[in-house]
Protein backbone atom coordinates (compact mmCIF):
# COMPACT_ATOMS: atom_id res chain seq x y z
CA UNK A 1 0.00 0.00 0.00
CA UNK A 2 2.88 2.56 0.78
CA UNK A 3 4.67 1.54 -2.59
CA UNK A 4 1.64 1.50 -4.47
CA UNK A 5 -0.64 4.43 -3.16
CA UNK A 6 -3.37 2.14 -3.26
CA UNK A 7 -4.90 2.32 0.42
CA UNK A 8 -7.68 -0.18 -0.46
CA UNK A 9 -5.50 -2.94 -2.12
CA UNK A 10 -4.98 -6.24 -0.28
CA UNK A 11 -4.32 -9.60 -0.16
CA UNK A 12 -6.74 -12.63 -0.85
CA UNK A 13 -7.23 -16.49 -1.19
CA UNK A 14 -9.10 -18.73 -3.66
CA UNK A 15 -8.88 -22.40 -4.43
CA UNK A 16 -8.32 -21.66 -8.30
CA UNK A 17 -6.14 -18.94 -8.15
CA UNK A 18 -4.20 -19.63 -4.90
CA UNK A 19 -3.13 -15.98 -3.37
CA UNK A 20 -3.48 -12.64 -5.10
CA UNK A 21 -3.96 -8.99 -4.61
CA UNK A 22 -7.29 -7.10 -5.09
CA UNK A 23 -8.09 -3.49 -6.10
CA UNK A 24 -10.83 -1.70 -6.27
CA UNK A 25 -11.65 -0.13 -9.46
CA UNK A 26 -11.35 3.70 -8.40
CA UNK A 27 -7.53 3.00 -8.07
CA UNK A 28 -6.68 0.86 -11.32
CA UNK A 29 -5.02 3.71 -13.03
CA UNK A 30 -2.28 3.46 -9.88
CA UNK A 31 -1.39 -0.42 -10.55
CA UNK A 32 2.30 -1.39 -11.11
CA UNK A 33 3.31 -2.42 -14.37
CA UNK A 34 4.26 -5.21 -13.18
CA UNK A 35 1.18 -6.59 -11.55
CA UNK A 36 -0.53 -9.74 -13.83
CA UNK A 37 -4.10 -9.10 -14.03
CA UNK A 38 -5.91 -12.39 -13.03
CA UNK A 39 -9.58 -11.97 -12.96
CA UNK A 40 -12.24 -9.40 -13.25
CA UNK A 41 -14.70 -9.13 -10.50
CA UNK A 42 -17.78 -6.25 -10.62
CA UNK A 43 -16.04 -3.85 -8.24
CA UNK A 44 -12.14 -4.99 -8.60
CA UNK A 45 -9.79 -6.49 -10.26
CA UNK A 46 -7.63 -9.15 -9.22
CA UNK A 47 -3.80 -9.62 -10.13
CA UNK A 48 -0.81 -11.49 -9.33
CA UNK A 49 3.45 -10.90 -8.60
CA UNK A 50 6.23 -13.29 -8.80
CA UNK A 51 7.04 -12.04 -5.64
CA UNK A 52 3.35 -13.08 -3.93
CA UNK A 53 3.48 -16.65 -6.13
CA UNK A 54 7.06 -17.34 -4.47
CA UNK A 55 4.89 -16.37 -0.87
CA UNK A 56 2.53 -18.63 -2.11
CA UNK A 57 5.33 -21.70 -2.93
CA UNK A 58 6.49 -21.33 0.64
CA UNK A 59 3.14 -21.03 2.70
CA UNK A 60 2.03 -24.00 0.78
CA UNK A 61 5.36 -26.41 1.16
CA UNK A 62 5.37 -25.31 4.76
CA UNK A 63 1.65 -26.60 5.33
CA UNK A 64 2.74 -30.24 3.62
CA UNK A 65 5.58 -30.12 6.11
CA UNK A 66 4.15 -29.61 9.12
CA UNK A 67 1.64 -32.40 8.38
CA UNK A 68 4.51 -34.71 7.40
CA UNK A 69 6.18 -33.39 11.05
CA UNK A 70 3.17 -33.98 12.78
CA UNK A 71 2.87 -37.44 11.10
CA UNK A 72 6.43 -38.39 12.17
CA UNK A 73 6.02 -37.07 15.70
CA UNK A 74 2.94 -39.02 16.03
CA UNK A 75 4.42 -42.43 14.91
CA UNK A 76 7.46 -41.68 17.23
CA UNK A 77 5.09 -41.09 20.52
CA UNK A 78 3.17 -44.50 19.36
CA UNK A 79 6.38 -46.32 19.27
CA UNK A 80 7.32 -44.81 22.71
CA UNK A 81 3.61 -46.29 24.05
CA UNK A 82 4.18 -49.50 23.07
CA UNK A 83 7.40 -49.92 24.39
CA UNK A 84 5.71 -48.96 27.67
CA UNK A 85 2.60 -50.61 27.39
CA UNK A 86 2.80 -53.00 29.96
CA UNK A 87 3.75 -50.39 32.67
CA UNK A 88 1.21 -47.38 31.30
CA UNK A 89 -1.89 -50.64 31.38
CA UNK A 90 -0.80 -51.68 34.92
CA UNK A 91 -1.26 -48.06 35.95
CA UNK A 92 -4.68 -47.77 34.50
CA UNK A 93 -5.93 -50.77 35.94
CA UNK A 94 -4.66 -49.08 39.13
CA UNK A 95 -6.34 -45.97 38.82
CA UNK A 96 -9.64 -47.90 37.28
CA UNK A 97 -9.66 -49.93 40.76
CA UNK A 98 -8.99 -47.17 42.59
CA UNK A 99 -11.56 -44.98 41.10
CA UNK A 100 -14.49 -47.83 41.83
CA UNK A 101 -13.15 -48.60 45.16
CA UNK A 102 -13.67 -45.01 45.84
CA UNK A 103 -17.01 -44.72 44.22
CA UNK A 104 -18.27 -47.19 46.04
CA UNK A 105 -16.98 -46.27 49.22
CA UNK A 106 -18.66 -42.95 48.94
CA UNK A 107 -22.27 -44.23 47.59
CA UNK A 108 -21.89 -46.66 50.45
CA UNK A 109 -21.28 -43.70 53.23
CA UNK A 110 -23.90 -41.41 51.63
CA UNK A 111 -26.54 -43.77 51.69
CA UNK A 112 -26.17 -45.80 54.48
CA UNK A 113 -25.29 -49.12 52.78
CA UNK A 114 -24.15 -52.38 54.71
CA UNK A 115 -20.75 -54.46 54.40
CA UNK A 116 -22.24 -58.28 53.22
CA UNK A 117 -20.99 -61.34 54.13
CA UNK A 118 -20.04 -63.03 51.36
CA UNK A 119 -19.38 -67.14 51.66
CA UNK A 120 -19.10 -70.31 49.54
CA UNK A 121 -23.03 -71.49 51.19
CA UNK A 122 -25.86 -71.89 48.97
CA UNK A 123 -27.84 -69.39 50.98
CA UNK A 124 -28.75 -65.94 50.49
CA UNK A 125 -30.47 -63.45 53.27
CA UNK A 126 -31.29 -60.40 53.16
CA UNK A 127 -32.57 -58.28 56.10
CA UNK A 128 -34.10 -54.79 55.24
CA UNK A 129 -33.14 -54.89 51.94
CA UNK A 130 -33.70 -51.74 49.36
CA UNK A 131 -33.61 -50.60 45.85
CA UNK A 132 -30.42 -48.79 45.30
CA UNK A 133 -31.96 -46.95 42.26
CA UNK A 134 -35.59 -46.37 43.22
CA UNK A 135 -34.56 -45.06 46.71
CA UNK A 136 -32.02 -42.35 45.37
CA UNK A 137 -34.95 -41.33 42.98
CA UNK A 138 -37.20 -41.28 45.60
CA UNK A 139 -35.56 -38.28 47.20
CA UNK A 140 -36.65 -37.44 50.73
CA UNK A 141 -39.54 -40.14 50.51
CA UNK A 142 -38.84 -43.01 53.02
CA UNK A 143 -38.02 -46.30 50.77
CA UNK A 144 -39.88 -49.17 52.50
CA UNK A 145 -37.57 -52.19 53.22
CA UNK A 146 -38.20 -55.97 52.48
CA UNK A 147 -36.67 -59.19 53.75
CA UNK A 148 -35.34 -62.49 51.57
CA UNK A 149 -34.11 -65.52 52.61
CA UNK A 150 -33.54 -67.85 49.80
CA UNK A 151 -31.82 -71.24 49.92
CA UNK A 152 -31.07 -74.29 47.67
CA UNK A 153 -33.48 -76.43 50.10
CA UNK A 154 -36.71 -75.70 52.45
CA UNK A 155 -37.14 -72.08 50.43
CA UNK A 156 -35.55 -71.88 46.70
CA UNK A 157 -38.89 -70.57 45.55
CA UNK A 158 -41.06 -67.78 46.59
CA UNK A 159 -44.16 -67.60 44.71
CA UNK A 160 -44.90 -63.61 45.41
CA UNK A 161 -48.67 -62.48 44.74
CA UNK A 162 -49.47 -58.94 44.74
CA UNK A 163 -52.02 -56.17 42.92
CA UNK A 164 -50.10 -54.00 39.92
CA UNK A 165 -48.27 -51.11 41.76
CA UNK A 166 -47.47 -52.83 44.89
CA UNK A 167 -44.24 -53.21 44.59
CA UNK A 168 -43.37 -57.08 43.30
CA UNK A 169 -40.47 -56.03 41.11
CA UNK A 170 -39.05 -53.05 42.78
CA UNK A 171 -38.75 -56.59 45.68
CA UNK A 172 -37.75 -58.84 42.65
CA UNK A 173 -34.99 -56.34 40.67
CA UNK A 174 -33.61 -55.13 44.83
CA UNK A 175 -32.81 -58.45 45.76
CA UNK A 176 -30.69 -59.14 42.02
CA UNK A 177 -29.06 -56.14 42.29
CA UNK A 178 -27.99 -56.63 46.25
CA UNK A 179 -26.40 -59.92 44.95
CA UNK A 180 -24.86 -58.43 42.40
CA UNK A 181 -23.43 -55.55 44.50
CA UNK A 182 -22.24 -58.03 47.43
CA UNK A 183 -20.02 -60.46 44.77
CA UNK A 184 -18.38 -57.33 43.01
CA UNK A 185 -16.88 -56.23 46.46
CA UNK A 186 -19.63 -52.98 46.99
CA UNK A 187 -21.18 -53.05 50.49
CA UNK A 188 -25.53 -52.66 50.11
CA UNK A 189 -28.14 -51.14 50.63
CA UNK A 190 -29.56 -53.35 53.88
CA UNK A 191 -29.24 -53.84 57.39
CA UNK A 192 -27.77 -56.62 56.94
CA UNK A 193 -26.95 -59.01 54.08
CA UNK A 194 -25.10 -62.52 53.66
CA UNK A 195 -25.10 -63.74 50.04
CA UNK A 196 -23.51 -67.67 49.41
CA UNK A 197 -21.89 -67.35 45.96
CA UNK A 198 -23.94 -67.13 42.24
CA UNK A 199 -22.54 -68.57 39.48
CA UNK A 200 -25.26 -66.12 37.06
CA UNK A 201 -27.95 -64.36 37.52
CA UNK A 202 -31.15 -64.70 35.41
CA UNK A 203 -33.84 -62.02 34.65
CA UNK A 204 -37.15 -62.60 33.34
CA UNK A 205 -38.41 -59.17 33.57
CA UNK A 206 -40.58 -56.62 31.57
CA UNK A 207 -42.43 -56.92 27.96
CA UNK A 208 -41.72 -55.75 24.53
CA UNK A 209 -41.73 -56.57 20.86
CA UNK A 210 -38.75 -57.45 18.63
CA UNK A 211 -40.41 -55.96 15.08
CA UNK A 212 -37.60 -56.16 13.67
CA UNK A 213 -37.34 -59.54 13.41
CA UNK A 214 -41.15 -60.79 13.60
CA UNK A 215 -41.40 -61.92 17.40
CA UNK A 216 -44.28 -61.18 19.62
CA UNK A 217 -43.95 -60.18 23.01
CA UNK A 218 -45.09 -63.56 24.24
CA UNK A 219 -42.33 -65.61 21.63
CA UNK A 220 -39.38 -63.02 23.53
CA UNK A 221 -40.45 -63.92 26.62
CA UNK A 222 -40.80 -67.91 26.08
CA UNK A 223 -37.01 -67.24 24.30
CA UNK A 224 -35.81 -65.92 27.72
CA UNK A 225 -37.37 -68.27 29.70
CA UNK A 226 -35.69 -71.20 27.41
CA UNK A 227 -32.38 -69.68 28.23
CA UNK A 228 -33.03 -69.83 31.75
CA UNK A 229 -34.26 -73.49 32.09
CA UNK A 230 -31.01 -74.32 29.86
CA UNK A 231 -28.62 -72.77 31.45
CA UNK A 232 -29.68 -72.12 35.33
CA UNK A 233 -27.70 -74.47 37.68
CA UNK A 234 -27.97 -75.09 41.42
CA UNK A 235 -25.79 -71.80 42.23
CA UNK A 236 -27.75 -69.20 40.36
CA UNK A 237 -29.88 -66.63 41.71
CA UNK A 238 -33.39 -66.63 38.94
CA UNK A 239 -35.56 -63.26 39.03
CA UNK A 240 -39.10 -64.37 36.90
CA UNK A 241 -41.54 -61.52 36.87
CA UNK A 242 -45.10 -62.16 35.03
CA UNK A 243 -44.45 -65.52 33.27
CA UNK A 244 -47.06 -66.26 30.05
CA UNK A 245 -48.99 -62.94 30.13
CA UNK A 246 -48.74 -62.87 26.47
CA UNK A 247 -51.05 -66.30 25.89
CA UNK A 248 -54.37 -67.37 26.90
CA UNK A 249 -55.14 -67.79 30.66
CA UNK A 250 -55.21 -71.42 30.82
CA UNK A 251 -52.25 -72.03 28.47
CA UNK A 252 -50.12 -69.09 30.72
CA UNK A 253 -51.20 -70.52 33.52
CA UNK A 254 -49.89 -73.91 32.88
CA UNK A 255 -46.48 -72.87 31.31
CA UNK A 256 -45.76 -70.72 34.67
CA UNK A 257 -46.40 -73.59 36.59
CA UNK A 258 -44.70 -76.14 34.64
CA UNK A 259 -41.69 -73.59 34.68
CA UNK A 260 -41.93 -73.46 38.75
CA UNK A 261 -41.83 -77.40 38.68
CA UNK A 262 -38.90 -77.20 36.30
CA UNK A 263 -36.61 -74.92 38.45
CA UNK A 264 -38.00 -76.12 41.50
CA UNK A 265 -36.15 -79.43 39.94
CA UNK A 266 -33.00 -78.01 39.13
CA UNK A 267 -32.58 -76.27 43.00
CA UNK A 268 -31.76 -72.91 42.04
CA UNK A 269 -32.81 -69.49 44.39
CA UNK A 270 -36.03 -68.23 42.79
CA UNK A 271 -38.17 -65.47 42.68
CA UNK A 272 -41.65 -65.88 41.02
CA UNK A 273 -43.82 -62.30 40.67
CA UNK A 274 -47.25 -63.37 39.24
CA UNK A 275 -50.75 -62.47 38.60
CA UNK A 276 -51.84 -66.25 38.53
CA UNK A 277 -52.59 -66.39 41.93
CA UNK A 278 -53.42 -70.69 41.46
CA UNK A 279 -49.87 -70.93 41.94
CA UNK A 280 -50.09 -70.66 45.63
CA UNK A 281 -50.87 -74.33 46.21
CA UNK A 282 -47.87 -75.10 44.74
CA UNK A 283 -46.71 -74.82 48.53
CA UNK A 284 -49.20 -77.52 49.41
CA UNK A 285 -47.79 -80.26 46.81
CA UNK A 286 -43.93 -79.27 46.49
CA UNK A 287 -41.55 -78.89 48.71
CA UNK A 288 -39.45 -75.90 48.39
CA UNK A 289 -41.76 -73.50 47.99
CA UNK A 290 -42.85 -70.48 49.66
CA UNK A 291 -45.90 -67.83 49.29
CA UNK A 292 -45.52 -64.11 49.76
CA UNK A 293 -47.47 -61.32 48.85
CA UNK A 294 -47.21 -57.24 48.45
CA UNK A 295 -49.11 -55.28 51.50
CA UNK A 296 -52.61 -53.30 50.58
CA UNK A 297 -54.91 -51.76 52.69
CA UNK A 298 -57.99 -50.92 51.95
CA UNK A 299 -60.50 -48.03 52.13
CA UNK A 300 -63.73 -48.84 50.48
CA UNK A 301 -62.97 -48.66 46.69
CA UNK A 302 -59.52 -47.56 47.34
CA UNK A 303 -56.39 -49.21 48.23
CA UNK A 304 -52.82 -48.08 50.04
CA UNK A 305 -50.32 -49.29 48.73
CA UNK A 306 -47.35 -50.58 51.61
CA UNK A 307 -45.07 -52.37 49.72
CA UNK A 308 -43.88 -54.47 52.46
CA UNK A 309 -43.36 -58.18 51.21
CA UNK A 310 -45.22 -60.33 53.84
CA UNK A 311 -45.83 -64.46 54.03
CA UNK A 312 -49.07 -66.07 52.53
CA UNK A 313 -50.60 -65.81 49.16
CA UNK A 314 -53.36 -63.77 47.97
CA UNK A 315 -56.46 -64.49 46.01
CA UNK A 316 -56.95 -60.42 44.45
CA UNK A 317 -55.19 -58.52 42.18
CA UNK A 318 -57.32 -55.12 42.63
CA UNK A 319 -57.13 -54.47 38.69
CA UNK A 320 -60.16 -52.49 39.00
CA UNK A 321 -59.01 -49.97 41.94
CA UNK A 322 -56.27 -49.69 39.47
CA UNK A 323 -58.05 -49.36 36.40
CA UNK A 324 -60.28 -46.20 38.35
CA UNK A 325 -56.89 -44.55 40.04
CA UNK A 326 -55.33 -44.82 36.11
CA UNK A 327 -58.58 -42.20 35.41
CA UNK A 328 -60.57 -45.00 33.49
CA UNK A 329 -63.80 -43.40 32.57
CA UNK A 330 -66.66 -44.31 35.59
CA UNK A 331 -69.03 -46.03 33.39
CA UNK A 332 -66.08 -48.54 32.68
CA UNK A 333 -65.31 -49.28 35.58
CA UNK A 334 -68.89 -50.00 37.20
CA UNK A 335 -69.45 -52.04 34.08
CA UNK A 336 -65.92 -54.09 34.57
CA UNK A 337 -67.05 -54.86 38.60
CA UNK A 338 -70.35 -56.06 37.55
CA UNK A 339 -68.67 -58.34 35.22
CA UNK A 340 -66.39 -59.30 37.44
CA UNK A 341 -69.12 -60.22 40.08
CA UNK A 342 -70.82 -62.50 37.42
CA UNK A 343 -68.07 -64.59 36.75
CA UNK A 344 -66.77 -64.57 40.50
CA UNK A 345 -70.56 -66.07 40.94
CA UNK A 346 -70.25 -68.37 37.70
CA UNK A 347 -67.28 -69.87 39.19
CA UNK A 348 -68.77 -70.99 42.35
CA UNK A 349 -71.49 -72.79 40.54
CA UNK A 350 -68.62 -74.80 38.52
CA UNK A 351 -66.25 -75.81 36.53
CA UNK A 352 -67.50 -73.64 33.55
CA UNK A 353 -64.98 -70.04 33.72
CA UNK A 354 -67.78 -68.37 31.79
CA UNK A 355 -71.46 -68.34 32.94
CA UNK A 356 -73.16 -67.28 29.43
CA UNK A 357 -76.39 -67.33 30.98
CA UNK A 358 -75.71 -65.40 34.09
CA UNK A 359 -73.63 -62.82 31.83
CA UNK A 360 -77.04 -62.30 29.40
CA UNK A 361 -78.80 -59.86 31.14
CA UNK A 362 -75.76 -58.12 32.11
CA UNK A 363 -74.55 -57.99 28.96
CA UNK A 364 -77.98 -56.45 27.32
CA UNK A 365 -77.59 -53.33 29.83
CA UNK A 366 -73.97 -52.86 28.53
CA UNK A 367 -75.37 -50.42 26.00
CA UNK A 368 -77.38 -48.26 28.57
CA UNK A 369 -74.26 -48.46 31.27
CA UNK A 370 -72.16 -47.13 28.70
CA UNK A 371 -74.17 -44.32 26.66
CA UNK A 372 -77.18 -43.78 28.82
CA UNK A 373 -78.66 -43.83 32.62
CA UNK A 374 -80.49 -46.91 33.39
CA UNK A 375 -84.09 -46.54 34.45
CA UNK A 376 -84.68 -46.07 38.28
CA UNK A 377 -86.59 -48.76 39.90
CA UNK A 378 -88.00 -46.32 41.94
CA UNK A 379 -89.34 -44.60 38.75
CA UNK A 380 -90.73 -47.94 37.20
CA UNK A 381 -92.69 -48.70 39.99
CA UNK A 382 -94.26 -44.65 40.07
CA UNK A 383 -95.28 -45.68 36.56
CA UNK A 384 -97.16 -48.30 37.88
CA UNK A 385 -99.01 -47.00 40.70
CA UNK A 386 -102.75 -45.75 39.73
CA UNK A 387 -103.14 -42.71 41.54
CA UNK A 388 -106.62 -42.83 41.19
CA UNK A 389 -107.60 -45.72 43.84
CA UNK A 390 -104.92 -44.48 46.31
CA UNK A 391 -106.31 -43.12 49.55
CA UNK A 392 -104.34 -40.50 51.08
CA UNK A 393 -102.76 -42.32 53.71
CA UNK A 394 -101.58 -45.39 51.43
CA UNK A 395 -100.33 -42.40 48.93
CA UNK A 396 -97.99 -41.14 52.29
CA UNK A 397 -97.35 -44.93 53.02
CA UNK A 398 -96.25 -45.23 49.58
CA UNK A 399 -94.46 -42.26 49.01
CA UNK A 400 -91.93 -43.23 52.18
CA UNK A 401 -91.43 -46.60 50.67
CA UNK A 402 -90.52 -45.11 47.69
CA UNK A 403 -88.03 -42.77 49.43
CA UNK A 404 -86.47 -45.35 51.33
CA UNK A 405 -85.78 -47.47 48.00
CA UNK A 406 -84.13 -44.58 46.74
CA UNK A 407 -81.77 -43.97 49.12
CA UNK A 408 -80.95 -47.80 49.36
CA UNK A 409 -80.34 -47.37 45.70
CA UNK A 410 -78.32 -44.27 46.29
CA UNK A 411 -76.11 -45.69 48.81
CA UNK A 412 -76.11 -48.94 46.84
Known amino acids: RQKTGIP ?24 PEEYIRKQTTANAERYITPNLKEFEARILGADE ?4 LEKRLFGELRER ?5 KPLLATARAVATLDTIGAMAETAVSRNYTRPIVNDGESLTIIGGRHPVVEHLQGDSRFVPNDCTLNCEASRLHIITGPNMAGKSTALRQVALIALLAQVGSF ?16 RVGAHDELATGQSTFMVEMNETANILNNAT ?66 GDKIIWLHRLTPGGTDKSYGIQVARMAGVPTEVVNRAKEILKTLENAAKKGPS ?47 EELARAARLQHQG
Open 8 to 31: SLKVGYNAVFGYYLEVTKIHIAKV
Open 65 to 68: KSQA
Open 81 to 85: IAEAS
Open 188 to 203: VPADKAEIGLIDRIFT
Open 234 to 299: RRSLVILDEIGRGTSTYDGLSIAWAVAEYLLAVGCKTLFATHYHYLNDLEKVQTGVKNYRMSVREQ
Open 353 to 399: FVAVDDLAEATKRVQLTLFEAPEHPVVEELRGIDTATLTPIEALVKL
